[in-house]
Nanobody, 117 residues
Framework: QVQLVESGGGLVQAGGSLGLSCSAS????????MAWYRQAPGKQRELVAT???????DYADSVKGRFTISRDNAENTVYLQMNSLKPEDTAVYYC???????????WGQGTQVTVAS
Protein backbone atom coordinates (compact mmCIF):
# COMPACT_ATOMS: atom_id res chain seq x y z
CA GLN A 1 0.00 0.00 0.00
CA VAL A 2 1.26 3.47 -0.88
CA GLN A 3 2.33 5.53 2.11
CA LEU A 4 4.02 8.90 2.53
CA VAL A 5 5.19 9.62 6.08
CA GLU A 6 6.38 13.07 7.12
CA SER A 7 8.69 13.63 10.07
CA GLY A 8 10.80 16.39 11.60
CA GLY A 9 8.15 18.88 12.63
CA GLY A 10 8.18 20.62 15.97
CA LEU A 11 8.40 23.90 17.83
CA VAL A 12 11.10 26.41 16.91
CA GLN A 13 11.78 30.07 17.66
CA ALA A 14 11.58 32.67 14.91
CA GLY A 15 14.84 32.74 12.99
CA GLY A 16 15.53 29.09 13.68
CA SER A 17 15.65 26.08 11.38
CA LEU A 18 13.91 22.76 10.93
CA GLY A 19 14.37 19.91 8.49
CA LEU A 20 11.41 17.84 7.33
CA SER A 21 11.58 14.40 5.73
CA CYS A 22 9.04 12.48 3.68
CA SER A 23 9.63 8.77 3.38
CA ALA A 24 7.71 6.93 0.66
CA SER A 25 6.76 3.29 0.47
CA UNK A 26 4.77 1.42 -2.15
CA UNK A 27 5.96 3.66 -4.99
CA UNK A 28 9.19 4.24 -6.84
CA UNK A 29 9.75 7.84 -5.84
CA UNK A 30 12.17 8.49 -8.71
CA UNK A 31 9.34 8.61 -11.26
CA UNK A 32 7.16 11.02 -9.26
CA UNK A 33 7.14 14.78 -9.05
CA MET A 34 7.29 15.63 -5.35
CA ALA A 35 6.05 18.64 -3.43
CA TRP A 36 5.57 20.09 0.02
CA TYR A 37 2.32 21.85 0.87
CA ARG A 38 1.26 23.53 4.07
CA GLN A 39 -2.00 24.50 5.68
CA ALA A 40 -2.32 27.00 8.52
CA PRO A 41 -5.44 27.23 10.70
CA GLY A 42 -8.24 29.00 8.84
CA LYS A 43 -6.29 29.10 5.57
CA GLN A 44 -6.27 27.18 2.31
CA ARG A 45 -3.62 24.58 1.69
CA GLU A 46 -0.79 26.20 -0.26
CA LEU A 47 2.06 24.89 -2.35
CA VAL A 48 5.44 25.50 -0.71
CA ALA A 49 8.00 23.81 -2.94
CA THR A 50 8.24 21.29 -5.76
CA UNK A 51 10.95 19.03 -7.07
CA UNK A 52 10.27 17.28 -10.35
CA UNK A 53 11.48 13.81 -11.22
CA UNK A 54 14.13 15.59 -13.29
CA UNK A 55 15.40 17.35 -10.16
CA UNK A 56 14.10 20.76 -11.18
CA UNK A 57 12.86 22.80 -8.20
CA ASP A 58 10.45 25.66 -7.65
CA TYR A 59 9.34 27.59 -4.57
CA ALA A 60 6.53 29.78 -3.38
CA ASP A 61 7.58 33.43 -3.25
CA SER A 62 7.03 33.44 0.51
CA VAL A 63 9.78 30.86 1.11
CA LYS A 64 12.30 31.60 -1.66
CA GLY A 65 15.78 31.97 -0.27
CA ARG A 66 14.82 30.33 3.02
CA PHE A 67 13.59 26.82 2.17
CA THR A 68 15.33 24.12 0.13
CA ILE A 69 13.65 21.01 -1.27
CA SER A 70 15.76 18.00 -2.21
CA ARG A 71 15.30 14.33 -2.96
CA ASP A 72 17.22 11.11 -2.48
CA ASN A 73 15.69 8.65 -4.91
CA ALA A 74 17.82 5.76 -3.67
CA GLU A 75 16.33 6.23 -0.19
CA ASN A 76 12.81 7.05 -1.49
CA THR A 77 12.91 10.25 0.56
CA VAL A 78 12.16 13.94 -0.02
CA TYR A 79 13.53 16.62 2.29
CA LEU A 80 12.57 20.19 3.09
CA GLN A 81 15.17 22.30 4.87
CA MET A 82 13.57 25.37 6.42
CA ASN A 83 15.80 28.23 7.57
CA SER A 84 15.09 31.70 8.94
CA LEU A 85 11.67 30.56 10.04
CA LYS A 86 8.93 33.10 10.62
CA PRO A 87 5.74 32.85 12.68
CA GLU A 88 3.74 32.88 9.43
CA ASP A 89 5.43 29.59 8.49
CA THR A 90 3.41 27.90 11.24
CA ALA A 91 1.29 25.20 9.58
CA VAL A 92 0.83 21.51 9.05
CA TYR A 93 3.24 20.50 6.30
CA TYR A 94 2.19 17.78 3.85
CA CYS A 95 4.20 15.68 1.44
CA UNK A 96 2.72 15.14 -2.03
CA UNK A 97 3.66 12.76 -4.83
CA UNK A 98 2.33 13.06 -8.39
CA UNK A 99 3.08 10.66 -11.20
CA UNK A 100 4.54 12.35 -14.27
CA UNK A 101 3.12 11.46 -16.68
CA UNK A 102 -0.11 10.05 -15.28
CA UNK A 103 -3.02 10.75 -12.94
CA UNK A 104 -1.73 9.24 -9.68
CA UNK A 105 -1.51 11.54 -6.65
CA UNK A 106 -0.67 10.61 -3.05
CA TRP A 107 -0.59 12.59 0.19
CA GLY A 108 1.06 12.16 3.55
CA GLN A 109 -0.68 12.72 6.88
CA GLY A 110 1.22 15.90 7.68
CA THR A 111 3.60 17.12 10.36
CA GLN A 112 3.09 20.19 12.55
CA VAL A 113 5.56 23.06 12.38
CA THR A 114 5.11 25.81 14.96
CA VAL A 115 7.26 28.95 14.88
CA ALA A 116 7.10 31.08 18.00
CA SER A 117 7.81 34.80 18.00
Amino acid sequence: QVQLVESGGGLVQAGGSLGLSCSASGIILAIYDMAWYRQAPGKQRELVATIASSGSTDYADSVKGRFTISRDNAENTVYLQMNSLKPEDTAVYYCNAKRNPGPLVFWGQGTQVTVAS
